[in-house]
């Protein structure tokens, strides 16, 4: 493998990541743990996620707006981070606002009349002319372009919006969703007509059937039905939604919002913005709805403009097979890509002693310049969809792993505990794990020395190395979190908050202690502002190595014991090894 110089257009150092309450109770809790002395040197950028602003969804991933959730983070807090050095990066969900926006409100209030009629996607409206009426009022788009949509979920990706004139109209909803009905009581259905002699009891035979799952035009009052339409009128104006709507990008509002977005994010002391769900963004008849060409790149140039006017660096973040090369197209196009191969490739090559496919996406990475983001552990899953080859314009491209090997590191996580979510096509039917979700210690079988062999090899990397919070603790597994986080809940497993006491605890382990040195190094050793290289080794071996004039560093890994060292040279000429068996 040849040397090259990486390039450095990103903000250079350690980015942690965490949400503003994963740490104590807010953000000042994790203000006041980064002025701790053992973190002097650490982190030089942190990744605050999105529930530092009013969001009600997701944890933070369905925005209502971009202000700042003061009950979390304040500017007091912000300021006390740039005290200590410390960049921010935030997301921008550009696909998607919550129901609860100020926006769609407005859309719910005023129907046709709302200035923003035009500012989320009216499904019917897209696909007429290209489907036929289907039951429900739901337009169903003919079968070449249904065939196309990429789903999150079952079934059609809409909700049923009420209008103020009483009809329903579907709107565009590639997320979560959910429609919820608030108890009615005696009096509401007394003044809609209901008579006051029975309105306690149609009050319970309605809030019954709600609780129980019944859809409003299915409750049967059944010797009260005399009354039924007054109790659904007043059932209907106690419809309340929760999601996240698709915006329409084809509207100059939804880019002015964008606009005064990112000048809102540059105000806080934002660097770097994740554009989470762009690949949904750029919607058209006959395209896919996922990364559909050349819509989705005419879209992201548009936004890396606009981002440019506020001094700020954008990347796109998606998720797509290995072999579909979306990541290289991205790379193409001049923006950093977040590295989801990474992580299954660290489990693989520690799970089998062979270094081999992981060192071929180093090669990679090198010989065609690629600027990275790369992380172990995540707020979401540990990626696997990812490593796999696909069939692009009916030919087969490998993947980083083969399907067996895929299958083993799959298992692996499984057998530690983690959880799955899947992915779904157009007939609903279960197509792809799409991630695993399982804290990285918990899916190394909970063994200190591989934690910390997995961020060696991670420090060691080209890219901004990201940390997730439970990891640099040694997190385990959170089961009670995922089992009562509901549908949803397998994401909570490596999500748990840890009190400010129990943190500063934990910065007397050794595994912890031991991570923070090695960020340390990666952070203030002059090596790793130079180049870049990988020497020849046996399988079970690996060796990558930074040089910046007589300062150099190397780290040589065994991976049949998870043992490795760390050679050092500094430009006055002494040298030193730290060994970590």
């Avoid at 040197?41 to 530092?52: I, K, V």
């Avoid at 009013?54 to 959730?69: A, Q, T």
């Avoid at 910390?452 to 090899?457: K, S, T, V």
């Avoid at 890994?557 to 998870?562: I, Q």
């Amino acid at each position: 493998m040849a040397d090259n110089t990486m390039l450095h257009s990103l903000p250079n150092g350690v980015m942690l990541n965490l949400y503003p309450d994963s740490i104590g109770k807010r953000l000042s809790d994790t203000a006041k743990l980064l002025h701790e002395p053992a973190f002097d040197h650490a982190f030089s950028l942190l990744y605050l996620l999105p529930n530092c602003f009013h969001s009600d969804l997701d944890r933070g991933f369905s925005v209502i707006d971009y202000d700042l959730n003061e009950d979390l983070v304040t500017p007091k807090d912000l300021a006390a981070l740039a005290e200590r050095g410390i960049q921010l990066k935030f997301d921008l969900v550009l696909n998607h606002l919550s129901v609860a926006s100020p926006q769609f409100r407005d859309l719910l209030r005023n129907g046709d009349a709302s200035e923003f009629k035009h500012f989320f996607v009216d499904w019917n409206a897209f696909w007429r002319g290209e489907g036929e009426m289907g039951p429900g009022g739901h337009m169903i788009p003919k079968p070449e372009h249904l065939e196309q949509l990429f789903l999150r979920k079952p079934g059609l990706p809409i909700l049923d919006v009420r209008f103020p004139d009483g009809t329903d109209r579907p709107y565009w909803n590639t997320f979560y969703q959910k429609v919820t009905y608030r108890p009615v009581s005696p009096d509401e259905l007394i003044t809609a007509g209901v008579d006051e002699s029975v309105a306690t009891s149609v009050a319970m035979m309605v809030n019954g059937a709600l609780e129980n799952g019944v859809a409003p035009d299915d409750i049967d009052l059944d010797g009260y039905n005399n009354f039924r339409s007054q109790a659904l009128s007043v059932v209907d104006r106690k419809r309340e939604y929760l999601g996240q709507m698709d915006l329409n990008a084809g509207s100059e509002q939804v880019w002015d919002f964008y606009d005064q977005t990112l000048d809102k994010l540059a105000s806080y002391g934002a660097k770097i913005i994740r554009l989470d769900a762009f690949a949904y963004l750029h919607k058209a008849p006959g395209k896919p709805n996922f990364f559909n060409k050349p819509g989705t790149w005419e879209y992201l140039d548009r936004l890396r403009a606009i981002a440019r006017q506020h001094d700020l660096t954008v990347f796109p973040e998606v998720h797509a097979e290995y072999g579909k090369g979306l990541h290289d197209e991205v790379a193409h196009h001049g923006y950093p890509i977040y590295d989801f191969f990474f992580p299954g490739l660290v489990l693989d090559a520690i799970q089998h002693a062979d270094a081999r496919p992981l060192e071929r996406w180093i090669d990679e990475i090198r010989s065609r310049r690629l600027e990275t983001i790369n992380m172990l552990g995540c707020h979401d899953g540990i990626p696997v969809l990812d490593l796999r080859g696909a069939m692009v314009d009916g030919e087969a491209r490998p993947g980083l792993l083969d399907d067996e090997r895929i299958d083993a590191v799959m298992e692996a996580i499984i057998g530690h505990g983690g959880r799955v979510k899947n992915l779904y096509g157009s007939d609903g039917k279960k197509i792809a794990y799409y991630q695993i979700n399982a804290t990285f210690f918990s899916a190394l079988g909970e063994d200190e020395q591989r934690l910390l062999l997995a961020r060696a090899i991670q420090l060691f990397m080209p890219g901004i190395p990201q940390v997730w919070y439970l990891d640099l603790f040694a997190g385990k597994n959170d089961y009670a979190a995922a089992d009562a986080g509901g549908a949803a809940g397998h994401k909570e497993i490596n999500r748990s908050n840890l009190p400010l006491d129990e943190a500063l605890e934990q910065l007397e382990r050794p595994v912890v202690r031991d991570q923070l040195a090695l960020i340390r190094l990666r952070n203030r050793h002059p090596a790793f502002r130079g180049e870049f290289s990988v020497a020849d080794t046996d399988d079970q071996h690996l060796q990558l190595g930074w040089r910046n004039g007589t300062d150099a560093a190397t780290l040589s890994v065994d991976l049949a014991n998870a043992a490795f060292e760390i050679d050092l040279e500094h430009a006055d000429g002494s040298s030193e090894q730290l060994r970590f068996r």
